[in-house]
């Protein structure tokens, strides 16, 4: 998938990408980082991933409007981070970091920080979707949460990232996940998403 991306045209409740990994966990810990760009002006799921024992198990969603924050999801915990002066309509580069002592969220190489919860942990079998934030595992999608817009470059990790590395992903150096590899990326796409070159 180097130099590609995935386009989601139209708002929908059954279009979505299931990114597939051969580490399935447990976690104790985590990172995704990826690159995206929409118009939407409601919320919408960037990142989903679910098992069994509760469908936002790592979840990345966006509130816009007044509200204007990224919430981070892990283990039916959350955190809320306020951002400020973001245009989401331009590519923008996002990052995700969970352990026990910090949860992050950077977007274009600004730090939103927040304490670590204790307990909190990633187990069973994950389903990564992307377009579509999961309410129940695997499915329960709602058109009105779905994505529309533009995303690349998706990697995720079974350890949290430090500083330097995510500035390096948004110096835009080669990093390639272990849980999700985008350039090794083994997917089904559902739908009406497309693959197109990204330039």
Known sequence: MKDKLFAFPKESSTSYVELLSDLLGPFGEAAVC???????????????????????????????????????????????YKLHGN??????????????????????????????????????????IIGQKQTSHGGGFKASESFVGEITDINMWDKALTDENMMDYFAANEMSGNVINWNALNYNLIGEVKKRPYV
């Open 87 to 128: 245009d989401f309509t331009q590519w923008t580069s996002i990052c995700a970091s969970w352990s026990s002592s910090i949860w992050a969220v950077w977007i274009d190489g600004t730090p939103y920080k927040e304490d670590g919860v204790p307990n909190v942990k990633i187990s069973g079998v994950p389903v990564i």
């Open 34 to 80: 990826l690159r995206f760009r929409s118009n939407l002006t409601r919320g919408y799921s960037l990142f989903s991933l679910s098992t069994r024992d509760g469908h936002n198990t790592f979840l990345l969603y966006y509130y816009p409007g007044t509200r204007n924050q990224i919430q981070l999801w892990v283990d039916h915990t959350y955190q809320d």
